[in-house]
């Protein structure tokens, strides 16, 4: 204690009122603490993990509030994962408040969740079986869509009532292989969110090209669902922070956005690749056509997934046409 008192140039009384207390977290001043930070090997980290930890907990106690029991191991599964902390706590508490019914709450923090960041905590929300988050999968599954069934009587194009209905049907549709509600592809930007949303929930669900076959001739025709398309990728991906009217600067490019397609373009289903490369990535080149600077890796990636070998005729077709096209 005394190296920390003539290091920090704090008062011995105050470093001595501290010390001894586990609570002494939530009782140091901004200015105390910055001069402990200087001074002490990773208190920073220790600072981190314990703000991590009181999220979670207070996730959990309101996570118990609304009835909802959460499984240990797969929790302590997530959060030793880098930087889970906080998205687990973000997806816990959007669990309460859907369980609640509480719209409003839901759709904040389903937004926050909103990225592939967040995904691995908020996909085992929804998942059923071992990976389950929610030991009472079913209760939440059905208050979940029952908040999806009441957001259709609205036509709120708000970013936090967008984005959170749109999660909820994309994993509903992950879960069930079927979009919980009826979806259309354009009427205004709310219902162009969703109608993408349940889309490409079936078409990893299912694997259904048809699916992916039908969202493209629809988006060619609208430009409400191209503009969407290109909002979502970016935004999921972070390389586009999200806005309440939805812009997409000129200036935004697509580093992000092109590592998560080229991942995705290795190992998801033939549908999904269809997807990618008539509709995901023709976006994303009309926007930046360097793609992120990956064109090259681009090129490499499909001639991978054609190599080794696509059994529908059509999705090998519509790989070799876009690789010939950049190349």
Known sequence: MADVVLLSGLSTSTVSRLWPDDFWLDKVAGATLQNLLAVIPDLAG???????????????????????????????????QSDSGRHVATALTAAASVTCQDRRSANAWLTRAWGSASDIALDALFTTGPGALLTD??????????????????????????????????????????????????????????????????????GDVDISRRYTENLRAKPLLQRNEIWSLASYSSDLAQSMDFSIPSTTTFSDTADLILHDLENR???????????AI??????????GTAKRRLADTLEYRIDGGLEDSGVRAACTALLTAIT
């Not at 936090?160 to 209905?165: A, D, F, L, Q």
């Not at 289903?269 to 990618?276: C, D, G, Q, S, W």
């Open 137 to 206: 999968q079913d209760h939440f599954l059905s208050q979940a869509t029952r908040m999806v069934e009441a957001a259709t009587t609205t036509s709120d194009n708000s970013l936090y009532s967008t984005v959170g209905s749109g999660i909820l049907v994309h994993k509903l549709t992950k879960v069930f292989g079927a979009s919980p509600i009826a979806t259309f592809d354009a009427a205004q930007r709310s219902s162009a969110f969703l109608y993408r949303s349940a889309t490409v929930g079936a078409i990893l669900a299912g």
């Open 282 to 291: 023709v976006a994303v080149l009309a926007h930046d056509n360097g793609f």
């Open 46 to 80: 220790y600072v981190t993990r314990r703000s991590g930890a009181r999220l979670i907990e207070s996730a959990l106690r309101q996570c118990a509030d609304a009835g909802l029991d959460v499984s240990a191991d797969v929790l302590d599964s997530i959060v030793r």
């Open 269 to 279: 289903n033939e549908a999904y690749v269809h997807y990618l490369v008539t509709t």
